[in-house]
Nanobody, 128 residues
Framework: QEPFVESGGGLVQPGGSLRLSCSRA?????????IGWFRQAPGKEREGVSS????????RYADFAKGRFTISTSLAGDALYLQMDNLKPGDTAIYYC????????????????????WGRGTQVTVSS
């Protein structure tokens, strides 16, 4: 059983918005070094979208996400969100929630290889 459950994906027209949610099956996110959103389009490798450190609120965004996507967490630290605005067809992908248990160098990264636990993903399709 995957440790995280994502929801909120769907079909949206270009220029539209979606809000993705991620919850943890057995607790919150405060015991992770970092949590984030990643995506994988057909035929492409998984790539980082945005990540955050639950304990201090640091955030990082991929260049394609800056100005359009916003990552946030619930006050209780038990849910992760991704607000996606002005969606484009190139945003079509399966979006995954991931968590890094610890960091060797205390660096917030978007490299999926540095993340240890994953959800099953939610499909986002941007099409007219």
């Amino acid at each position: 059983q995957e440790p995280f459950v994502e929801s909120g994906g769907g079909l949206v027209q270009p220029g539209g918005s979606l809000r993705l949610s991620c919850s943890r099956a057995d607790g919150g996110f405060l015991d992770f070094f970092a949590i984030g959103w990643f995506r994988q389009a057909p035929g492409k490798e998984r790539e980082g979208v945005s990540s955050t450190q639950p304990r201090n609120g640091n955030e990082r965004y991929a260049d394609f996400a800056k100005g359009r996507f916003t990552i946030s967490t619930s006050l209780a630290g038990d849910a992760l969100y991704l607000q996606m605005d002005n969606l484009k067809p190139g945003d079509t992908a399966i979006y995954y929630c991931g968590a890094a248990i610890f960091s060797m160098n205390d660096y917030l990264t978007l490299d999926p290889a540095e993340y240890d636990e994953w959800g099953r993903g939610t499909q986002v399709t941007v099409s007219s």
